[in-house]
């Protein structure tokens, strides 16, 4: 399957993929409005809205596989794997955010300057999300200072903000 996109590792690489990443790749020319479509028809599994709340537009991310899929179905080359379409939520986020020993422990926490990254967003949009009431910091916002999400709280976020459950 991969063998198909070399652009997108099957080891390695992001777990999540930007809106960008299914526009450009896809054969077909796709509006916000075809991306939805394709998520509420289950024609992709596993998306996020990440956006700010009152935000003008969503905030688009894709579970790596779940674009790979899309992208097998779409070129008509073979079946695509089923098997990242029945794992559960737990298991998808789990690989979405970092490895921690403790995940439901208060002390466990993620750099935001990590989240941005798996997030594929600014680290200004995290402490927005923060500012929002939508992700927890470790301790105040303090200029200068690096900030710590709460580990659960993200993983909670990313229970809530799934399109395709």
């Known amino acids: 399957m991969t063998q198909l996109f070399p652009s997108l590792p099957s080891t390695g690489g992001r777990p999540l993929q930007h809106v960008k990443t299914l526009t450009g790749l896809s054969r077909r020319r796709l509006s916000v409005e075809d991306v939805l479509d394709l998520i509420e028809n289950r024609q992709i599994k596993w998306a996020w809205n990440i956006a700010r709340k009152d ?3 969503p905030e688009l991310r894709f579970w790596r596989d779940s674009l790979l899929n899309y992208f ?7 079946e695509p794997s089923s098997l990242s ?22 002390a466990s926490v993620i750099r935001a300057a990590d989240l941005s990254q798996r997030f594929l967003c600014c680290s200004n949009h995290i402490l927005g999300l923060v500012r929002d009431g939508e992700l927890k910091s470790a301790g105040p916002l303090q200029a200068n200072v690096a900030t710590a999400i709460r580990y659960h709280n993200a ?6 903000r799934c399109l395709t459950l």
Do not use: D, K, M, T
């Open 55 to 57: 935000a003008a537009r």
């Open 72 to 78: 097998v179905r779409e070129s008509g080359a073979g």
């Open 155 to 160: 993983y909670e976020f990313l229970q809530r």
């Open 85 to 106: 379409e029945e794992i559960p939520i737990e298991h998808v986020i789990a690989n979405i955010l970092p490895r921690c020993a403790a995940p439901h422990s208060p």
